[in-house]
């Protein structure tokens, strides 16, 4: 099984160029990047197949900026803990997601992160 992703919502490096527009969305094969330099935070996902899947999704309407906010906490605070545990598979859980429940990231991070774990859980039939 070959998994290749990176989820960092974290501060940027202040020495490089901040993007022009408020929020900064690309997509690159099944690499997913948002930015935002107003809160100076920075998502990536790399995931074979997520692209192709967050176009199936349930439309960003759908969900509520508090629910989505609700979830990725929950989730965020398991997947870290599954970081840390050796029992869980270590190829799945690389990195710790830094997700800071005071900063406002947003609609367009939360919904991105949460369609991620949604993925996620889906894909390796996981349950956070």
């Known amino acids: ?31 997913v990047r948002i930015a935002n330099d107003s809160i ?13 899947w967050l176009a199936t999704a349930k439309p960003r309407n759908y969900f509520s900026l508090v629910y989505l906010e609700n979830k990725n906490r929950l989730w965020v605070s398991e997947w870290n803990r599954r970081v840390l545990d050796s029992r869980y598979n270590q190829n799945l859980y690389e990195m710790r997601i830094d997700y ?27 349950r956070l």
């Open 1 to 31: 099984m070959s998994l290749a992703f990176v989820v960092v919502c974290s501060a940027w490096n202040k020495s490089l160029p901040k993007p022009k527009s408020t929020v900064d969305f690309q997509k690159v094969s099944d690499t």
């Open 40 to 52: 100076e935070y920075e998502i990536i996902i790399i995931e074979p197949g997520f692209d192709s």
């Open 100 to 126: 800071e429940p005071h900063i406002r990231y947003g609609f367009e991070v939360n919904y991105l992160l949460y369609q991620y774990f949604s993925y996620f859980q889906q894909r390796y039939k996981q």
